[in-house]
């Protein structure tokens, strides 16, 4: 089984809807990440997470929410999807130190329409 | 605020040459230097990554990067490229010098075009 698993892998969604995108992961880190990737952009941090009740906005936090239910879960929504929220997103996990790595998911590629 | 600069933002190499990624970062504190790959499809996974001591860091499928302090660079390279590393690569940066508040800063990428 994988470390880090997003649901769905893939999702089309009209505009307005509400979507919600899950993470879990056994690796036992408490933190995690969402990203957006967008050709040419990079990896853009949208929320992260220290622990259960630390959540904080990343770069680009306009239009997304994020709930952490348990160490090994967070899930980002789109209350309301616009078009220009097409992309492939990520969820990541890393122990409490800045020298260690990322664990990445899958992606999770949305399309709104 | 930490930052990385990747040149290039597409790279394309015959099989059995060298491969050399650029990435350039900024940061005020010493920072941890990571490259992860992402292949078509996947999430990413780490290559490589500089903490502290040995300034060459050797990572997986050949590949080895060089911290050089004075020229803020980490540059990726493999002496000779194969068709399966064909992918997105993209260096990252988190920052150093202890404190809890910090997080991974990716560069745009840079793609990787392998030809026979």
């Known amino acids: 089984d994988a470390d880090v698993t997003q649901t769905p892998r893939n999702r089309i969604t009209k505009t307005g809807k509400r979507i919600m995108l899950e993470c879990s992961q056994t690796k036992g880190h408490d933190r995690m990440y969402w990203y957006r990737q967008d050709p040419g952009l990079g990896l853009r941090l949208i929320y992260y997470?220290?622990?259960?009740?630390?959540?904080n906005k990343g770069e680009i936090s306009d239009g997304y929410s994020v709930s952490r239910q348990a160490q090994a879960k967070f899930s980002l929504s789109l209350e309301s999807a616009i078009p220009n929220q097409t992309a492939l997103y990520f969820c990541?996990?890393?122990?409490?130190?800045?020298?260690?790595?990322?664990?990445f998911g899958q992606g999770t590629r949305l399309t709104v329409v | 605020a930490q930052s990385v600069t990747q040149l290039g933002s597409h790279v394309s190499v015959s099989e059995g040459a060298l491969v050399l990624l650029r990435c350039n970062y900024s940061?005020?504190?010493?920072?941890?230097l990571f490259w992860y790959v992402q292949y078509p499809n996947q999430g990413l996974q780490l290559l490589l990554k500089y903490t502290t001591g040995a300034t060459l860091v050797k990572g997986i499928n050949g590949f080895e990067a060089e911290f050089k302090k004075s020229e803020t660079s980490f540059h990726l390279t493999k002496p000779s490229a194969h068709m399966s590393d064909a992918a997105e690569y993209f260096c990252?940066?988190?920052?150093?010098?202890?404190?809890?508040?910090?997080?991974?800063?990716f560069g745009k990428g840079t793609l990787l075009t392998v030809n026979p």
């Open positions: 990252a940066v988190s920052k150093g010098g202890g404190g809890s508040n910090y997080k991974l800063t």
């Open positions: 990541a996990t890393s122990a409490g130190l800045p020298n260690t790595e990322a664990f």
């Open positions: 997470s220290f622990d259960v009740k630390d959540i």
């Open positions: 940061s005020s504190v010493p920072p941890y």
